[in-house]
């Protein structure tokens, strides 16, 4: 198994353009998450899915789309890049659904800056 | 809102000593936790976590302490070695994982 994997590795992208985060598992994984994470800081929730056809939003959604049409794949889609979403982007999976069960399994990061 | 944080943001051991990294939590409600180990230009990666049910959780040469009274949760890294430099977050498991800010162990030679 591959895991989790991330596309691309790094990115720069001037204000105002729009690029897409990919992200995939071969785990059979019905939670994914995007997380971002800021120089010296911890991670916070962008969006996440419970399952094919199902998003909903995290702590910082503002900026950013999600779409859950496979099991596998679980992109991230950034409209109208502003410089105040410069940041490594983490996509995560996890195999089981509910409070206090699954193991985290994330991505090597997706390196974003905004010019 | 409740969060998931951590007391200080940089430990300094040497190598073989014993470390202990803290975390404090708020939310009463949280039932179950997860250390990650974070190394440099990597994704987080599972160490141990702990059920609420649970004072103390043993792993190789990582131990888990939650004191619920308080809502502390510490880590315990035994004989620290090089490797074991990295950044390190507390996570709350609920429906997402929530993250404190992490800190950084550097063992020194």
């Known amino acids: 198994n591959a895991g989790v994997t991330q596309t691309p590795k790094f990115r720069i992208l001037k204000i105002g353009q729009s690029m897409t985060l990919q992200c995939t598992q071969d785990?059979?994984?019905?939670?994914m998450y995007w997380y971002r994470q800021d120089p010296g800081m911890g991670l916070k929730l962008i969006y996440y899915?419970?399952?094919?056809?199902?998003?909903d939003k995290g702590e910082v959604p503002n900026g950013y789309n999600v779409s859950r049409s496979t099991t596998e794949d679980f992109p991230l889609r950034l409209e109208l890049a502003a410089p105040s979403q410069t940041s490594v982007y983490f996509c995560?999976?996890?195999?089981?659904?509910?409070?206090?069960?699954?193991?985290?399994?994330f991505g090597e990061g997706s390196r974003l800056t905004v010019l | 809102g409740e969060s998931v944080g951590l007391h200080l943001p940089t430990l300094s051991v040497q190598e073989g000593d014993n470390s202990i990294i803290n975390c404090a939590y708020s939310?009463?409600?949280?039932?179950?936790f997860i250390w990650y180990k974070q190394e440099s230009g990597k994704g987080p990666q599972f160490i141990i976590d702990?059920?609420?049910?649970?004072d103390k959780r043993q792993g190789q040469r990582v131990t888990v302490l939650l004191n619920k009274t308080v809502k502390h949760l510490s880590l315990q890294i035994a004989a620290t070695q090089p490797g074991d430099s990295a950044v390190y977050f507390c996570a709350e498991n609920m429906r997402a994982l929530t993250f404190g800010s992490g800190t950084r162990l550097q063992v020194q030679p």
């Open positions: 702990i059920r609420s049910n649970m």
């Open positions: 899915s419970v399952g094919a056809g199902i998003t």
């Open positions: 785990m059979n994984h019905n939670y």
């Open positions: 995560a999976s996890r195999e089981t659904s509910g409070r206090g069960t699954g193991e985290l399994f």
């Open positions: 939310n009463s409600a949280s039932d179950y």
